[in-house]
């Protein structure tokens, strides 16, 4: 088979767009219409590669909540350790840093901070003196220290009493430096090196900035980033549908907990009144819940760990559910609300989702009996029809799929044609096949237009784009782009649109012959 390149008339609208007669209405929407939609993300709940700009105004950028150092002692050339990652004394005794050698920092303000051990444990120091050890399992003022930069990457670590941690000859860490070190190769002197950076979120927007520079920083970016004349756009290019991500905190405003910003509740009520507006319905999706659900970003980790499966962060997810539904449930706008956005299969097993899932079903069917219940699959291993097997509720249920050609070394190394393959071959008969299973519908929530290929031409883009359009829209339920901006192009809906790498039009040739 070889990949024919069509030939496109670029065009910017939806409403001549008739990828394949429907033969599913959803119920909301027009007569024989299904969801055609964009996700709104990067707005209510952050991710740093959307907008970077937010993050640049933090002081000490590179030492955010989630951020992975490693510390080498300049005097015995020996890298600070955890050993067994963390359960006893800290060690200084290693020739190389690996997962005993590498802290995870917790950020109290601009130069404190709290070190976190791969096994969860946070580094100690109960005084003047003391042998620093790694068996706290909570952290407070003993298990936060002060660091003192250079410019070349050196450090100094204080406790909280103002003594320098130091090197001893036998290897220890020990709170009893005499004086005020130097930056030369001193016991007290370590070389601090970043391992990982990777964490922008909303927890560390808040934590780094603080509450009232935070506060001015997202009161402009959520009443610019969308607005009405966004909605205008979508409602003119034929998008019925906006899927919103919203963090927990939401329930709690307007002063949510610390470092959490309140203004995100009416930022939200905005936008269903202007989808009202421009007859576009809302799907409102729980996409950072308490704890975090996959220790990402865009779930609020504070450091990468999942902390959502305790029988309180359930709860209190349960709760932000209950507030969203009574909130909206009689809203003309409301199409569905989405339970728990990308759990993670590594961290969140079936017997906690399922019953969540089911319980939060009852809840939405509490304040709408037509409200579709969204329950998105669990990312990384693990098979969607699990879902369809849950018996999780009768009525207007819909499971969400999230495709990538991306994340995973399998799609690293594939061509062009090798990805818009895939798309046929592997999700059009997933698709399908979860059609037929006559359980929930079937909504592709999330894909993009972006792939792993680095030298892709235009046509080749729109190849690409075209394939998903004609694949995605067999879902039963419908399909969400991510996202609608953001600062990559080819992730960017709008974009896309206007420099006509997604072709909206009538698909009238096939892509392979």
């Known amino acids: 088979m070889e990949l024919v390149i069509s030939k496109w008339v670029f065009a910017f609208s939806l409403f001549s767009w008739l990828i394949f007669s429907v033969a599913f209405s959803v119920e909301g929407l027009d007569e024989d219409s299904k969801v055609r939609g964009v996700n709104l993300g990067g707005w209510l709940v952050l991710e740093g590669w959307i907008k970077p700009s937010l993050f640049?105004?933090?002081?000490?950028?590179?030492?955010?909540?989630?951020?992975?150092?490693?510390f080498k002692s300049v005097k015995l050339q020996k890298y600070v350790c955890a050993e067994n990652g963390g359960g006893s004394d800290i060690s200084v005794n290693r020739d190389?840093?690996?997962?005993?050698?590498?802290?995870?920092?917790?950020?109290?303000?601009?130069?404190?901070?709290?070190?976190?051990?791969?096994?969860?444990?946070?580094?100690?120091?109960?005084?003047?003196?003391?042998?620093v050890s790694a068996t706290a399992k909570s952290a407070s003022s003993t298990e936060t220290f002060?660091?003192?930069?250079n410019n070349d990457d050196r450090v100094h670590i204080k406790t909280k009493s103002g003594a320098y941690l130091q090197a001893t000859v036998d290897n220890q860490l020990v709170a009893d430096y005499p004086g005020n070190p130097g930056w030369d190769d001193n016991a007290s002197t370590f070389e601090m090196s970043i391992v990982a950076n990777n964490l922008h979120g909303d927890y560390q927007l808040g934590n780094g900035y603080g509450h009232n520079k935070a506060k001015e920083v997202l009161e402009r970016h959520r009443s610019t980033f969308i607005d009405a004349g966004d909605f205008e756009f979508l409602h003119r290019n034929g998008i019925n549908t906006v899927r919103i991500p919203v963090g927990w905190w939401i329930a709690y405003d307007p002063n949510p907990p610390t470092p959490f910003i309140g203004g995100t509740l009416k930022a939200?009520?905005?936008?269903f009144s202007w989808a009202h507006a421009y007859k576009i319905k809302c799907i409102i999706d729980l996409h950072?819940?308490?704890?975090?659900?996959?220790?990402?970003?865009?779930?609020?980790?504070?450091?990468?760990?999942?902390?959502?499966?305790?029988?309180?962060?359930?709860s209190q997810s349960l709760h932000v559910i209950d507030f969203l539904a009574s909130r909206y449930a009689n809203h003309p706008a409301l199409l569905g609300i989405e339970?728990?956005?990308?759990?993670?299969?590594?961290?969140?097993?079936?017997?906690?989702?399922?019953?969540?899932?089911?319980?939060?079903?009852?809840?939405?069917?509490?304040?709408?009996?037509?409200?579709y219940v969204i329950v998105c699959q669990r990312i990384g291993n693990a098979n969607p029809i699990e879902l369809y097997q849950a018996d999780i509720g009768s009525h207007n249920l819909v499971v969400d799929l999230h495709y990538y050609n991306l994340f995973d070394p399998f799609f690293v190394n594939l061509s062009p044609i090798e990805n818009i393959r895939f798309i046929y071959e592997s999700r059009e008969s997933q698709i399908?096949?979860?059609?037929?299973?006559?359980?929930?519908?079937?909504?592709?929530?999330?894909?993009?237009?972006?792939?792993?290929?680095?030298?892709?031409?235009?046509?080749?883009?729109?190849?690409?784009?075209?394939?998903?359009?004609?694949?995605?829209?067999?879902?039963?339920?419908?399909?969400?782009?991510?996202?609608?901006?953001n600062d990559?192009?080819?992730?960017?809906?709008?974009?896309?649109?206007?420099?006509?790498?997604?072709?909206?039009?009538?698909?009238?040739?096939?892509?392979?012959?």
């Open 56 to 70: 640049e105004g933090i002081p000490n950028p590179d030492m955010l909540d989630g951020t992975q150092v490693t």
């Open 432 to 485: 399908h096949a979860l059609n037929d299973a006559k359980g929930p519908l079937v909504f592709i929530g999330e894909w993009v237009n972006e792939w792993n290929v680095t030298n892709g031409t235009q046509a080749e883009y729109q190849d690409f784009g075209r394939t998903q359009l004609e694949v995605y829209d067999a879902a039963s339920f419908g399909w969400s782009y991510w996202t609608l901006k």
């Open 339 to 371: 339970l728990l956005n990308e759990p993670s299969a590594a961290s969140v097993p079936l017997d906690i989702l399922v019953p969540y899932y089911k319980h939060g079903y009852e809840i939405v069917r509490k304040h709408s009996p037509s409200a």
């Open 96 to 131: 190389a840093a690996s997962s005993w050698e590498t802290f995870t920092l917790w950020r109290v303000s601009e130069s404190e901070f709290q070190f976190r051990t791969v096994q969860g444990q946070f580094l100690s120091c109960y005084g003047n003196g003391c042998v």
């Open 288 to 314: 950072a819940a308490p704890g975090s659900q996959n220790g990402m970003e865009h779930s609020a980790s504070r450091d990468g760990t999942v902390g959502w499966t305790t029988s309180e962060s359930v």
């Open 146 to 149: 002060q660091i003192e930069r």
């Open 268 to 271: 939200l009520d905005n936008a």
């Open 488 to 513: 990559r192009e080819h992730w960017d809906f709008e974009w896309n649109i206007k420099n006509n790498y997604l072709q909206l039009s009538k698909h009238t040739e096939p892509i392979f012959n």
